[in-house]
């Protein structure tokens, strides 16, 4: 039984979601899988663009967040995707062997309108590099179960019109 | 020299971007290396989730979309990445074996103002399935440069007044 349900989720709550070292191997490989651009593929080729150096997609760097919150933060939550994505800022470049930090900032929590059984989450996600700064945030709202006690009963005081 | 630069693209502009068979495999290995859910990963365990069977992971589809605007929109294009992305819109699942066409519209062009050499062009891009209904679709606003004959010179007449 998963442990985390849409009740256990409330506006200003931020955890930490792991770590993880980039290497230059999966920034090329991630490339010439789905994004092949010199910043990103060649060495060489990246010394000419805008950012001087080789760097990662800003894909892979959205990939690289889903995987870490697969890991460390949705394992134990009743997890059902999400309908889309409400913003994606890539700050800075993340260049080979650089680490990044996850943190998920919970903005707002709203039931289903149609589905008493799932509520949504709202949340910033941040990716932040060795030096503190960001790297790249995402706004997303993701599905979660509800507990069946609950389901249809309590709503949320920040419900949004939206269902 | 690229082909298209900034100039080149103008609001209501509407591109084919080809075309993509999605197969059992990606689907699965993406799923294994990003997003491990079990609607992306295994067939059995998939036919438990809101979906009843196995789909793409969202990510993917981005990722998917990004190839095919490398290989048949931008491969001509004076393209130098975006800041982020503006909207992600998951509309319907895409299962093994389904076929998946690229469009993008053009919704708004402006001149960068602290960088005379290069300009913005908003899209909206939508990826369709062979049902002829839209999947996904993506607003997102990549820079491009200009002509260097241009650069400073004119402006786009919808220019926003963001920079």
């Known amino acids: 039984m998963p442990r985390l349900h849409w009740e ?3 506006p200003g709550q931020v955890t930490e979601c792991g770590s993880r ?3 230059r191997a999966e920034i090329v490989a991630f490339a010439a ?3 092949p651009q010199p910043a990103h593929l060649d060495e060489a080729a990246a010394r000419a663009t805008l950012f001087g150096g080789l760097v990662a997609s800003g894909w892979h760097t959205c990939c690289v967040l889903m995987r870490m919150l697969s890991d460390d933060f949705l394992g134990d939550a009743n997890f059902m995707g999400a309908p889309g ?3 994606v800022k890539w700050l800075a470049p993340i260049r080979p062997g650089e680490r990044i930090n996850a943190r998920a900032t ?5 039931p289903s309108r149609s589905r008493p059984d799932i509520g949504f989450v709202k949340f910033r996600f941040e990716l932040i590099n060795a030096a503190e700064e960001p790297v790249m945030t995402l706004v997303v709202s993701p599905m979660f179960g509800r507990r069946a006690a609950n389901a249809g009963r309590d709503r949320a005081p920040n419900a949004a019109s939206r269902s």
Chains 1, 2 share one sequence.
């Open 85 to 87: 994505v409400e913003e």
């Open 21 to 23: 070292l980039i290497t």
């Open 8 to 10: 256990d989720f409330s």
């Open 106 to 110: 919970v903005l707002e929590t709203r």
């Open 33 to 35: 899988e789905y994004d």
